[in-house]
């Protein structure tokens, strides 16, 4: 008959003839003990072809390695490369990083939440929904664990780490008045501070040209952009057209959706068609290269957001989360603006 099979690290302890605390000492790391016990039981994985379980090992340590994300959407390039960042820095450091994501919805962010406060994690990297989340849970986590809040913050009393949306909204509306025609804004739905913030520099960099502000509200909510830009610029279109031929969209997805409805009523898009629109984005979408013309918008730094964020994390893991100045750490990167066929 076959030995039964090992399931839990007492019975591999057991079964290698070492104490528990041996082994896991080892598999919190392999170095720390001898060579003649790590050649023990690495002998002993393979002959009981033992599989440890990582995560409960980790959940029950004093310093945890574990660090929770959460994003709005996953399914998101500028969030997906985030997280992708964060993920790779955290296994280089030796953490693991739990990803959830809100989907857009209140009651999931919330849910999140609550997950990573039952959890054993040393800290929490967070890109908020904004508006719609609750503000007592947030602060119920804020107060369980160090965390970091990255591209959105609830309000002021929380270390961040963002772009600098006067700087970037600043250059390219700057750049598409010296270049063309002023442009109108398309704001997106006022979900979180980003929204408020683009706005107002838009609004602020015209002003300081001395040219009207043009603004374009969406009377629509939520996060599906790419839709809400292509039903305003349709009834926009279908209704006598933009204020201006120059449309500067507060995000890339909003301007997605823009040139998807002037193709369709065959308005030409570009800097070089006469008569045409041009039109530009904020946060260089991975998708935006591709974009038909390729899209002008300025470049959100997602390394250095990522790399920023981590950082302020780290240097937070071990200190006593209501003891931290949260509003004193704050990190603003700057955008660059990337010239392309779109305007």
């Given at each position: 008959m076959s030995e039964p099979k090992i399931r839990t690290m007492e019975e591999f302890a057991t079964a290698s003839g070492l104490s528990r605390p041996t082994v896991s000492k080892y598999f919190d790391?392999?170095?720390?003990?001898?060579?003649?016990?790590?050649?023990?039981?690495?002998?002993?994985?393979?002959?009981?072809?033992?599989?440890?379980?990582?995560?409960?090992?980790?959940?029950?340590?004093?310093?945890?390695?574990?660090?929770?994300?959460?994003?709005?959407?996953?399914?998101?390039?500028?969030?997906?490369?985030?997280?992708?960042?964060?993920?790779?820095?955290?296994?280089?450091?030796g953490y693991w990083a739990m990803v959830l994501s809100s989907h857009g919805e209140r009651k999931l962010e919330a849910r999140a939440m609550r997950t990573l406060m039952s959890l054993n994690i040393a800290g929490v990297l967070m890109a908020p929904l904004g508006f719609e989340t609750d503000t007592t849970l947030l602060a119920s986590l804020v107060n369980s664990v160090p965390i970091v809040f990255l591209d959105n913050r609830v309000n002021a009393d929380q270390p961040f780490v963002g772009t600098d949306n006067r700087q970037s909204i600043g250059d390219i509306t700057e750049y598409l008045c010296r270049t063309g025609e002023h442009p109108c804004f398309l704001e997106m739905p006022a979900v979180n501070q980003n929204a408020l913030e683009r706005r107002a520099a838009y609004i602020a960099t015209m002003e300081r040209?001395?040219?009207?502000?043009?603004?374009?509200?969406?009377?629509?909510?939520?996060?599906?952009?790419e839709e809400l830009g292509y039903r305003e610029a349709g009834r926009i279109l279908d209704s006598g057209g933009f204020p201006t031929r120059t449309v500067l969209c507060a995000n890339d997805r909003l301007a997605f959706g823009v040139i998807a409805a002037a193709y369709e009523r065959k308005r030409p898009v570009g800097r070089e068609e006469d008569g045409g629109l041009r039109v530009a984005g904020h946060d260089d979408h991975p998708l935006s290269r591709f974009?038909?013309?390729?899209l002008t918008t300025v470049a959100?730094?997602?390394?250095?957001?990522?790399?920023?964020?981590?950082?302020?994390?780290?240097?937070?893991?071990?200190?006593?989360?209501?003891?931290?100045?949260?509003?004193?750490e704050v990190i603003r990167l700057e955008a660059k603006l990337i010239m392309r066929g779109s305007a």
């Open positions: 790391n392999p170095d720390s003990v001898k060579p003649s016990t790590r050649a023990r039981i690495e002998k002993a994985l393979k002959d009981y072809d033992y599989r440890p379980n990582i995560f409960a090992v980790s959940m029950n340590r004093k310093q945890p390695k574990n660090i929770g994300v959460i994003v709005p959407h996953i399914s998101d390039p500028f969030y997906a490369e985030v997280v992708r960042q964060i993920e790779m820095r955290c296994l280089a450091e040209l001395k040219i009207e502000p043009i603004m374009l509200p969406i009377r629509a909510g939520g996060w599906d952009f974009t038909c013309p390729p959100q730094d997602y390394r250095g957001i990522a790399a920023a964020g981590v950082d302020m994390l780290f240097a937070r893991i071990g200190d006593d989360p209501q003891a931290l100045d949260g509003g004193s």
